[in-house]
């Protein structure tokens, strides 16, 4: 899962990012409200964390230039404390869900945690395929219910295919959302990251769908 954060006070967005990493999301930062536009427009995020007093472009103009461009992940706002008027015109410009400053950084990323996985489809913060349950609170893997030792990478490809349960995902999707903007990105890399994890799963959960990528399902 790979998320924005938009702000444009260094520290802040230092510690957001530290958070968030930490939570077992890759994460890429922007600074004004042209990078973040650039950014939505053209990385495919799970969601977007964007403060809305922004040097270049404020956070409304980027967001509803998103939305008007048919950018649909999720936004959280960031907004000043009372800023009841900011929360409202933050919402109608198509924010999902609104955090004031000051926050606790559990707080942002439970909401982060809830908006993904309504974006999935999914109402619970537990998600079952099959023998396996994806705890997002704890970024862990159950089977059966014993914890999965997974490395960082194995886990954010694992949590993927576990919120697009059913699903094909390509390759390319898959690599865009585990790895950061900045990264040196391998394609070759995510065979092995799936070869290793079918090796810890039960036989046959992950199917590879030829020329199209992979899909997690639960065993027949
Ligand atoms: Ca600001």
Redesign the pocket.
């Known amino acids: 899962m790979r998320i924005l954060i938009v ?3 260094p520290t ?1 967005r230092a510690q957001v990012a530290e958070g968030v990493r930490a939570a077992g999301y890759v994460a890429d930062e922007a600074g004004n409200g042209l990078d973040a536009l650039h950014l939505g427009d053209t990385e495919p995020y799970d969601a977007v964390v964007l ?5 270049q472009m404020d ?1 409304i103009s980027v967001l509803r230039k998103w939305r008007a461009g048919g950018r649909v992940m999720p936004v959280l706002i ?1 907004t000043a404390r009372d800023g009841w008027h900011e929360k409202v015109a933050g919402i109608d410009a198509g924010a999902d869900d609104y955090l004031s400053k000051p926050f606790h950084m559990e707080e942002l990323l439970a909401r982060l945690r809830a908006l993904i996985r309504r974006a999935g489809g999914h109402a619970s913060a537990e998600l079952v395929c099959g023998p396996l349950t994806l705890d997002t609170r704890h970024n862990r893997v159950l089977v059966a219910g014993q914890t999965l030792t997974l490395t960082s990478h194995e886990y954010r490809v694992l949590a993927y295919l576990m919120h697009h349960g059913n699903e094909v995902v390509s390759r390319s999707a898959l690599i865009e959302h585990i790895y950061a903007q900045d990264f040196d990105r391998d394609s070759n890399t995510v065979e092995v990251f799936i070869a290793r994890l079918r090796k810890k799963l039960p036989a046959n959960m992950i199917e590879t769908v030829r020329g199209l990528g992979y899909r997690l399902s639960a065993p027949a």
């Open positions: 702000e444009d006070e802040l403060d809305l007093g922004l040097p956070g960031l």
